[in-house]
């Protein structure tokens, strides 16, 4: 196998880039793909081909959505059906985009070759840690759903336990009277008995 060496080397980069062969022209031309192409397919990136849907995701014609017309492998350009410019002399021409402003939002999979390359990409499957982590979230939901059932089972008993477990019959439980404090007896005052006064006899004292 072929080793490529990193050049930091701006005029070596140039020119690598423009007498590139055809192997490499096409992995350059790859753009992302849309969120919900990700989750469906299991792919980041691909190579756009002739046919693909694409939405414009950056420069001036930012939200512009269209099919793939031509894909220039030369220039590393594709041109859209509907994006097109007015000239001086009042003719329409293509205007060409860059695969890195783009997003892949369908793909065209009549092609059994492109449809090899995303099965063999989706085999090698995401980054270790999302793999993981997927790992983990359907462990705890087999978790959940574990303890569900136990708690399920546990309200619904057999019937030959219900008729063993009767419902205890509720006893009123008579209130205590409250108790009367004993009356202590009334003291009565005594008074102080008045003299008598002296029998009047007649006549006088």
Do not use: C
């Not at 462990?139 to 008993?157: D, S």
């Amino acid at each position: 196998m072929q080793t490529t060496k990193t050049v930091k080397d701006p005029r070596k980069q140039r020119k690598r880039l423009y007498n590139a062969p055809a192997h490499i022209r096409h992995k350059l031309m790859a753009a992302p793909l849309a969120p919900e192409l990700i989750r469906s397919k299991g792919v980041k990136t691909l190579p756009v081909k002739k046919g693909d849907t694409v939405r414009v995701v950056r420069g001036d014609h930012l939200g512009f959505e269209g099919k793939i017309s031509r894909v220039d492998m030369k220039r590393y350009r594709i041109f859209l059906e509907g994006l097109t410019r007015e000239k001086v002399d009042g003719t329409n021409i293509f205007v060409s985009v860059h695969p890195s402003k783009i997003m892949i939002k369908n793909l065209k999979l009549d092609d059994k070759w492109r449809k090899a390359i995303v099965e063999r990409k989706k085999e090698l499957g995401l980054p270790k840690k999302v793999a993981k982590v997927a790992e983990r979230v359907a462990k705890k939901a087999k978790e959940e759903k574990a303890v569900v059932q136990e708690k399920t089972v546990k309200k619904t008993p057999k019937a030959t336990e219900k008729k063993a477990r009767k419902k205890p019959v509720a006893v009123k439980k008579k209130k205590d009277k409250p108790i009367k404090k004993e009356k202590k007896p009334k003291t009565v005052k005594k008074t102080k008995a008045k003299p008598k006064a002296p029998p009047k006899t007649k006549g006088g004292t």
